[in-house]
């Protein structure tokens, strides 16, 4: 009869002390768990990523911004002027802190200083948008639009809330190595790089902030529950811009539309990142965002929605319109900050 | 990480909020403010709910009238400076429902009219927060239209006279508003 064979078993002295076995068998699997995370974390983080969303982000955001702009200077003294919609003492009366600062209070009465912020609000948007000198742009952008936002904080809503947050990430990665002057410049090739990763990662993480919050306050309101809180939109004569009231003929549509978005809002922070449901919720946020935009009069905030929406949206949709135009690196499309990698 | 938790220590900070959030909120508060970055984030929430809109009755030295509302979608073109219009009298509307409020929307009403006085060189304005509300869908399926008269409730929020210096408008003797709780006046409430 013959015996399988056994590994040889180990012998003790191959062992330091049995405290040593002990320690290894306690500490090993909480060392491996804490370098996972370690691992996760920094591959989150600082893996070097393709820019190519961040680009399309850039062209969005320049072309909002100075949309933004131009409106804010053509109604210049209404809300920048002397007599402005919101004097010193009412902005003083509905701010939250001293730290809300915005030096257009110092321009105020000063016609010709005002008219320079004006244009170079518009002139830093008109940079970025074409990527000339893309980083000092954003900058500027960045500190434009919190100024502009903090001179008039009670004239403001979402979109210029979405600009801000997206003009202060493109100050860490502007997306100006493809369809940007700056590119045509330095004729360097795009090349994955730490930054653009995290732009794109805080881009990401804010948006899911922003939709949890958004979704979450709204499990505080019954409407949302009854299903009926698209009509509330629906039925507002100072939102509406397209005609949707006969939807009351159509009360289920009303339920499901309610409870759809209800539950695309709550659920977008997990399941932008499962494979299967990214298309869907990406999807999704297109539909919502155009259809508030066209229904609801708020077409710009729905585009700047949709522009921070394209930080998930995978390089390599955009390798083939923009290899056309620019030089596209091998290694940039393994390196995807899309959420899915 | 650090920007992170202050961006998320904003909405969580909203009322209702515990005293941890508050205090998490009070240190970032100073990066948040500035950098246009403290948003609560609760579009249409709890639910979508009433609009605010302002009518003014302007009144000239040489005795004439002439009335307006303000947002105006025909006047404010194109809709972006119409919604940041309708910001404005969002404000007041909110500050409006809240009894400790009261001096800022004192201060929001004294701004507004100083704006439009020197805006349109009129002696004295009478402001009125109109409050619309939304009919249900049964209403509308009878025949109720959006812009009905009677989804409307109004609070007069005073008249306004500019004052020596020529660039504050001030309440006038002639008549000082006086809290109207106009939210009763609903057709929902």
């Not at chain 1, 090349?191 to 732009?199: D, E, H, L, R, T």
């Not at chain 1, 709204?218 to 509330?232: D, P």
Request: glycine content about 6%; overall charge neutral.
């Amino acid at each position: 009869m013959t015996l399988p064979l056994s590994p040889e078993p180990a012998r003790p002295e191959t062992l330091a002390s049995g405290s040593d076995l002990a320690r290894s068998l306690l500490f090993a699997p909480l060392r491996n768990f804490i370098n996972g995370i370690s691992d996760g974390w920094n591959a989150f983080w600082f893996r070097p990523a393709d820019s190519s969303p961040l680009t399309l982000i850039r062209i969005g955001t320049g072309l909002l911004l100075f949309y933004s702009q131009i409106v804010w200077a053509l109604s210049s003294p209404s809300f920048f002027g002397p007599s402005a919609w919101l004097s010193a003492a009412a902005n003083e009366s509905i701010r939250t802190s001293a730290w809300a600062v915005s030096p257009l209070w110092l321009v105020e009465d000063n016609p010709a200083l005002l008219c320079l912020t004006h244009l170079t609000a518009i002139i830093s948007a008109l940079l970025l948008t074409v990527g000339l000198y893309s980083r000092a742009a954003a900058v500027l952008s960045f500190l434009l639009t919190a100024a502009f936002a903090n001179r008039n904080p009670a004239a403001l809503y979402g979109f210029d809330q979405v600009l801000g947050l997206l003009t202060l990430y493109l100050c860490v990665h502007p997306g100006h190595d493809r369809l940007s002057l700056d590119q045509q410049r330095t004729r360097r090739a795009p090349q994955p790089s730490v930054s653009a990763g995290i732009a794109l990662r805080l881009i990401q993480l804010h948006l899911c902030l922003l939709y949890a919050v958004a979704g979450l306050s709204k499990l505080k309101g019954a409407a949302w529950w009854s299903g009926v809180a698209f009509w509330g939109a629906v039925g507002s004569a100072d939102y509406q811009t397209i005609d949707l009231t006969w939807l009351v003929h159509w009360p289920l549509l009303i339920n499901l539309l309610t409870h759809l978005v209800l539950a695309w809002e709550v659920s977008y922070c997990v399941l932008i990142w499962n494979r299967l449901w990214h298309p869907v919720v990406l999807s999704l946020a297109a539909a919502v965002h155009l259809g508030i935009g066209l229904c609801f009069g708020m077409m710009p905030f729905g585009l700047a929605m949709l522009v921070a929406n394209a930080a998930f949206l995978s390089p390599s949709l955009f390798e083939k319109g923009l290899s056309r135009t620019t030089t596209s690196s091998p290694a940039a499309t393994r390196y995807p900050a899309s959420g899915l990698e | 990480m650090l920007h992170l938790v202050a961006i998320v220590s904003a909405p969580w900070a909203m009322s209702p909020s515990s005293e941890l959030s508050q205090s998490v909120f009070r240190f970032f508060q100073p990066w948040l403010d500035a950098a246009y970055l403290n948003h609560g984030y609760h579009f249409f929430a709890p639910e979508p709910g009433p609009c605010h809109s302002i009518r003014y009755e302007l009144q000239f030295a040489d005795g004439t009238r002439a009335e307006g509302v303000f947002p105006d979608p025909q006047a404010h073109s194109p809709r972006l400076l119409y919604h940041r219009h309708f910001m404005l009298t969002e404000t007041a509307g909110r500050l409006a429902v809240d009894e400790s409020s009261e001096a800022s929307l004192r201060q929001l009403s004294q701004s507004f009219a100083t704006h439009l006085l020197a805006e349109t060189g009129a002696a004295r304005v009478q402001l009125v927060l109109r409050r619309r509300y939304i009919p249900t869908p049964e209403q509308v399926a009878t025949g109720l239209p959006l812009t009905a008269p009677e989804l409307l409730a109004e609070r007069p929020l005073g008249t306004f006279e500019l004052s020596g210096s020529q660039r504050t408008a001030v309440p006038s003797p002639v008549r000082l508003a006086e809290r109207d709780d106009y939210v009763a006046q609903s057709l929902r409430d």
